[in-house]
């Protein structure tokens, strides 16, 4: 028997209709193929703000997950942020503890789910996109260290990437796209990726031993632009 935590569930069924309700009244959307992106692409967003030790402030989080907030009612605007920013505590609490999460969406590329999990990709990437120095950190020639965790956290991304799909025109990502099995491959990963990721970006800085004379101190890391589609 695996002694792995049992993964969480951040956001339960009645939260996620919640979501699903104040997406559809904000942005109009009827579409039930719509409606589904959108509500993937906020989930990944909002995991993707759960793993970052600095997350967005409230104010700037809907301008940052949708393309337009200027005409929607405050009331509303108030009641979506509670729901997503409660479930990025939730998720964050999880990441935390070492658990996994549930995702909203079957963790097999060949059984239905790929456009569920491509959409949820793309809403992941859309907060990588949003502010990259984040997640790489700013450019310094001087960190070798910096270089290496932006390194590591390019690799950890590299699924989520490929399974985003907004990447196919990439020579390097062309044909991870094109192989259903390695695709579900990094979808059976998805869970285990996202605790790893929380790892490496909540990673104390490691800092040079103390010297009895005065010394200078350390220096920071850089990356990327896509954006999601509607289904067809």
């Not at 719509?34 to 793993?51: I, Q, Y």
């Amino acid at each position: 028997m695996s002694d792995a935590p049992l993964p969480l569930q951040p956001l339960d069924d009645e939260a996620f209709n919640r979501l699903a309700e104040q997406l559809a009244a904000i942005t109009g959307v009827e579409d039930e193929h719509d409606l589904t992106t959108d509500v993937m692409a906020a989930h990944g967003f909002m995991v993707a703000e759960a793993l970052q030790p600095a997350p967005l402030e409230r104010t700037a989080l809907l301008p940052a997950l949708l393309e337009e907030t200027d005409d929607i009612p405050e009331a509303q605007q108030i009641a979506l942020c509670d729901v997503l920013l409660q479930f990025a505590e939730r998720a964050r609490q999880a990441f935390y503890l070492g658990h996994s999460i549930e995702l909203p969406f079957d963790l097999n590329w060949e059984a239905g789910s790929e456009a569920d999990i491509g959409d949820w990709s793309a809403g992941f990437m859309q907060a990588v996109f949003h502010d990259e120095a984040r997640w790489f950190g700013a450019v310094n020639e001087q960190s070798t260290e910096n270089e290496q965790r932006a390194q590591q956290v390019a690799e950890l991304l590299l699924p989520i990437m490929a399974l985003s799909g907004l990447f196919e025109d990439e020579e390097e990502l062309a044909e991870v796209s094109d192989d259903p099995d390695l695709l579900n491959q990094f979808t059976e990963q998805l869970p285990e990726l996202l605790v790893d990721l929380f790892c490496q970006l909540n990673a104390p800085e490691d800092k040079p031993a103390p010297n009895k004379a005065p010394g200078k101190g350390p220096g920071k890391g850089q990356r990327r632009s896509g954006q999601r589609q509607k289904r067809k």
